[in-house]
């Protein structure tokens, strides 16, 4: 369970002391404070014993009321349906589904959509995963976008991540996805815009290179910051080896990103996320 | 306040509950239920408004008492008194003291021993605090620490931290001080012994090297670990290298575990600990 | 074209001074002196321009042999032919397979051996690479052991790689693959023997886990360290989460230390290596 | 010895022929031939050996003329002249101060400078260095760095670092001392303008926070990048625990900059670095 209010007094007692008397025993919790908003926030993961999630749900709403709360109360052992996108490179990709078949990440991979064929993955073992490739030009975007938010529909699809998928989603989309789109951007500051950000960092000269994995909002690389890494490097790292290490801190962040969601780790604050690791 | 006891349902809302009642406003809580022992561990940072230590003080006594718990109600507006102990070495105790005298340590230092004299520590800034010469032979070990446990009931002193003392404590010292000393240990793991570490981890070819702070305990570099950290190193760092690479990585790790410590953020789990980083 | 000898003035001289007079053209060089062992390490790579491998092999056989040098020539253009080793957990194949099937990796893989079968490995993509099962109990390891060195002359396999091979090689084994055969070390340092060595991480209450790429030897984890990493992990981390975390820190550990020599930029240097990182 | 030119076969065997011929023995070298640039940049520490300043310099004139390079001869046995400028933070002050005196950094700070009076100074040992205080309005500042220079006249300061100096300089002061003046720039992108840059990054939200270290230009943050580097942050950092994660970074980066610069480790490629580690 998942839950976040303003902060005042007697919210995690009364919280608790409701999971006690149902009979829900902790596994693990966590709460923030945040006192440069007054807000609160809560992530309890417990073994609902005898309770039925029903009776959970209706006894809990009084509380969430009271409290003007936005909450969720989520099942562990169902996995999350994802609906990945991906463009010609597919690290990103290829690491998620490694982890998904090895059972690291809790989900459910219904779909993979790429503006390319399925011809350019060819890296990336996807068997079993549908694939649709859905290209699109300037004039089809709308179109083409009409149909990913059909497959999300059609599988029911609860998280749709960005694995290096490089078209710029139009504001309605992203407005359609928002909270359950989870871009990587690949370079440090999620602000920095441009194209080849590796061959920018070379140019600039930076020590360090990083990535960011963030919600997707209408304002593309400024959503809600999820994780983020960095790594050394030197005068000697040409911007091949640039992308070569860049890959690897992409797959990684977006990876750990996706993790967090899948778990509920990760709750809205404002333009920022309380991330409970754990 | 911190506590810890055996996990059973419902504590937290018990504890939570509590302060509610008597007008506590919690700032930042954490709790871990360690699953492994079945142990469980909170620390509550709170307001506590109108209502007196004492009567919360009282109050909490029954709920512990119900649950054995291990407790500690600590106020923030009092810093620590703490004795600190150096050899020749004083980057630490340099670094310790910069941290206090800018405010970022709430510690009141209440002396220095050193097994050197006065004059072998003239690089660091440290008028003011009270000074103690107490040099040791094998012969006069037992007197020396006998000393040093003097002045530390003379100054009420409530942390010892070792900042590159050299000299082993006695099982008896160590044991006299448990819980409430904090060594540095100038490598990687606590556990392995001798001298010249960045001499050995030269000659074996290391590529990282890194420090433990730790608490001290009968076995001496074994304490249950508060923090570590390491840093890159490489063929062409030579020992001397090491040795600078490692008083930087030696004072951070020291400086922000006397932090956690000073702040009630570590908890004793057996022979590990809980650390809150809130 | 790497090279190691005594260091004696004028090496550099001389070595660039051939380069020079036969036409090459130096792209990248790097030089060590070893200060504490009177060493001298050198890799240059160079555009040999119009000078044959063999004028140059011949030419600088004179060198060489005035500074009873070890040297080396290589084409980078030739990628090197590896023998894969795995067991159950494939996580450090599957990273090395795709690393080498996007271009990462200049290698051939000749070879994958195993002593579980075929099917024990599903979540990778092998594809077209041979996958010997070689199972082998006491009894048989010599035998088994055998049947690799088969396997590794037939493919003229001039690299080995042990990505997560869980079977301990006999000296013999470890003392004809010497120098051409990497292992991965499940924890930081290379000499913490036993098994489970995330449970053991747990148990102790250590901040950070690691991982350690090296050479075999005779003494299986005592080998030169080709490189090394590390990852902070707190208290709610359980022995799970860390084996989730080592997959990642070994993947990565493994795949530079197999890039750094199928480079030539790791030289041995007695127990320790030089890493010409570039 | 640090050189930079075009890059053109046979720079190295002249160079290290030169050196060998007039009986010296290089203890390190290092060179980087930036394939982007066609740029040739080359670090030789060596004992000279009998032979003279005076004579190497003459002779290896010559050299450097027919290569049009730039190049600089250093005594490692005399420590750079330092003028350090401070604001009212002195953590980097202190810092730098410590590690000279106890041997880390070969430097002779000549002076301080700083735009408030001492006793804002109170934290650190400055004794023995002159201190000036030469506070400036915009009216003044013209005059102010007049003075300024003066004093790095009189005492021949080779470098200047300004220690968390918060005035921006003015772009004929930036240009007086460009080549030889270090910033310490408090967040990780330097370009990142705007004050109090750790609520900048709270605000944002963003999960790493870093500094900067970079020799000044006339675009005051946009200078050639000398070192950075990074820490992790969650959303329960206050902005005032970024500002003393902050300093620490600062301190680290600056420290680390100066170093490098005092041992000729850096040399200038364009608006980038060429960091020789050794």
Known sequence: MTL????????????????????????????????????????????PGEASR????EGFAKIASDHAMEWKLALRDRPRRVLLMVSKF???????????RIGELPMDPVAIVSNHPREAIT???????????????????????AQVRAIAEQTDAELVVLARYMQVLSDDQARHFAGRCINIHHSFLPGSKG?????QAHARGVKMIGATAHYVTADLDEG??????????????????????????????????????????????????????G
């Not at 008397?21 to 809560?42: C, Y």
């Not at 029903?54 to 749900?57: G, H, I, T, V, Y």
């Not at 597919?90 to 998904?100: K, N």
Request: hydrophobic residues 40%; charged residues 30%; contains cysteine.
């Open 224 to 277: 809600p910051i999820i994780h983020q890494d960095v790594e050394a490097i030197s005068h000697a790292d040409t911007p091949d080896e640039l992308v070569r290490k860049g890959r690897e801190i992409e797959s990684r962040v977006l990876a750990e990103a996706v993790r967090l969601h899948l778990e509920d780790r990760v709750l809205l604050n404002g333009q920022r996320t309380v991330v409970f690791r």
């Open 90 to 100: 597919d690290h990103c990709l290829a690491d998620l589904l490694y982890r998904w």
């Open 54 to 57: 029903e009776r959970l749900r």
């Open 123 to 145: 890296h990336t073992m996807i068997d079993g995963v549908p694939f649709h490739h859905l290209p699109l030009t300037r004039d089809t975007k709308a179109e083409q976008e």
């Open 4 to 47: 976040s209010c303003a902060d005042r007094p007697g919210i995690t007692a009364r919280v608790t002391g409701f999971l006690f008397e149902h009979g829900g025993n902790v596994l693990e919790a966590q709460q923030f404070n945040d006192r440069t908003s007054d807000a609160f926030f809560m992530r309890i993961e417990f073994d």
């Open 195 to 199: 194209a080849k950000p590796y061959h």
